[in-house]
């Protein structure tokens, strides 16, 4: 197997490992200091807006379509060429950028009202005008972060990963220093969480600057047109959708969820933060690796190692999404407790959190192989096969949310989120094999099972072994700590133990 991939996937992992261990500090400051209240709602909901668009203008639509260009201008064309198409791309972007940017901020109360319409209806009506006022300050995030995403695809492409997984680590250490330090000196304390946004996007942008002179491609503005940008736009249009529907969908569970009690949409959000992490360090991760290979080895017709990727990254996918689903969905409340459940945030609120855990980590092994499924049609600059599962999957979804959120509130809405994940990667796998693309080998079915069979085993140890919740409960942070530690621990070892005892040799995979 191509060693490049694997150096790659780990390079980016364990630089991901670090952004999401500080991530998770960060939600542990904020539900300690604020809670999961009204106040916190509407943060949420002025942070998770920029925050949507980034996935779509950012690492999602535009990454995802940028990337195929320039790996193809890199292998067909002169290096002045590809900077060329660098720089024309680039002034482009940023017009686009600060037009919807300063558009935003002079109409954010209707982007709140259509967003978060519960909080305008609500009997609590100073959370739409608090999360109103913090939309004008985080929103110029999407401009920051989304040039950052533009530097970060550069530099992916010339096998500079390491930068770009690095990055998320300033917004998190901004926003935790805002937490403790600059709350104490505002009229409202929570709005410095608005501040740590704005002020983490500046730290990533100039962070990757010196790296992109390094390998000389700091884009440069210009003026006239370029095919490659007619390109982008024909691309990009359609993957706007298509790569960004389980974010569609979690942006539509935030919608109604502000139409619930209060406290719903921070009991989202806290459970979706458990499903970033083992979401973000394999599906994330071998998706953003698998693109830049798949769209080098396509560009220079290299079918075999265009195959031998994708069953690499299945392989790897199916490895550790199988168990961590299974250990999400089993250790739902212990984790939510040791993590979160402390001075502001109570046990109700633990409770709560973690019930919508459940249902959303019962989606993970579809989410990450959408990722995954994403990027091989990606790759070959086919938008359009990820936009037709995904109206399916998003249409599938509001109709979901709107009858499971009617019996089961906030856990339906999660649950209505996975679902549509499901149905998402069952279409793109379809597409797949309609279009002779791949098929999944003997041996990956092979692979499936044993790792399903060993994560039931280990699954049966959990819950005989994990303890009683009232345990965490009345523990103190370092004995949470340490139970939680030492059932992942032990449940590790048995699942890669069963594993090799069913005959799969990990390192040979």
């Not at 649950?415 to 549509?420: F, M, N």
């Not at 449940?491 to 069913?502: E, G, M, N, Q």
């Amino acid at each position: 197997m191509d060693r490049s991939f694997l150096k790659s996937s780990v390079t980016v992992t364990v630089m991901t490992l670090l952004s999401r261990i500080l991530g998770l500090i960060r939600d542990f400051i904020i539900a300690k200091y604020f809670g999961a209240n009204g106040l916190t709602d509407a943060f949420l909901v002025a942070f998770r807006v920029p925050n949507f668009l980034r996935r779509l203008f950012g690492e999602g639509a535009f990454s995802q379509a940028f990337v195929p260009i320039l790996a193809e201008a890199k292998a067909n064309n002169s290096e002045a060429e590809v900077q060329n198409v660098i720089n024309h791309i680039a002034t482009k972007f940023l017009i686009f950028l600060v037009i919807i940017t300063v558009i935003a901020v002079v109409i954010a109360p209707l982007i709140i009202f259509l967003f978060a319409w519960g909080f305008y209806f609500s009997e609590e009506s100073s959370k739409f005008y608090l999360a109103t006022d913090m939309l004008r300050i985080t929103f110029p995030y999407l401009l920051l972060i989304s040039l950052t995403a533009f530097s970060g695809a550069i530099l992916n492409t010339y096998d500079k990963f390491a930068v770009p997984a690095f990055t998320p680590v300033l917004l998190n250490v901004s926003m935790i220093v805002c937490a403790i330090y600059l709350s104490q000196h505002l009229e409202t304390p929570i709005m410095a969480l608005a501040w740590g946004v704005f002020i983490g996007g500046i730290a990533q942008l100039i962070f990757q600057i010196p790296f992109l002179i390094k390998i000389n491609k700091l884009p440069k503005l210009t003026r006239g047109s370029h095919e490659s940008v007619k390109k982008l736009k024909m691309r990009m249009l359609p993957a706007l959708f298509g790569v960004s529907v389980s974010q569609i969908n979690l942006l539509i569970d935030t919608m109604i969820a502000t139409t619930l009690v209060s406290g719903s949409v921070s009991w989202l959000y806290y459970s979706d933060r458990l499903l970033e992490l083992p979401l973000a360090l394999i599906g994330i991760t071998l998706a953003t690796v698998a693109l830049v290979k798949l769209s080098n080895h396509f560009a220079n017709n290299d079918t075999q190692k265009f195959t031998q990727t994708v069953e690499y990254a299945f392989k790897i996918g199916i490895l550790f999404g199988i168990p961590s689903s299974v250990g999400l969905v089993l250790l739902s409340e212990p984790l939510i407790i040791t993590l979160f459940q402390y001075d502001q945030f109570d046990i109700y609120s633990a409770a709560k959190s973690s019930q919508s855990l459940v249902a959303y980590g019962s989606g993970l092994v579809a989410f990450i192989l959408v990722k995954i499924l994403a990027s091989i049609f990606l790759s070959r600059g086919d938008t359009r096969t990820p936009v037709r599962a995904g109206i399916v999957a998003m249409s599938s979804n509001v109709i979901l949310n709107l009858i499971l959120a009617h019996y089961f509130e906030h856990v339906g809405l999660a649950a209505a989120t996975s679902i549509s994940a499901l149905i998402n990667c069952s279409l793109l796998y379809y597409y797949l094999l309609k279009s002779k693309i791949f098929r999944m080998s003997t041996e990956l079915m092979k692979l499936f099972v044993k790792v399903s069979l060993s994560s039931v085993i280990m699954g049966s140890f959990i819950v005989f072994y994990s303890g009683d919740t009232e345990f965490y409960i009345i523990s103190n942070v370092w004995q949470r700590v340490m139970s939680i530690s030492s059932t992942i621990t032990i449940s590790a070892a048995i699942y890669f133990i069963i594993l090799w005892l069913l005959g799969v040799k990990v390192k040979k995979l």
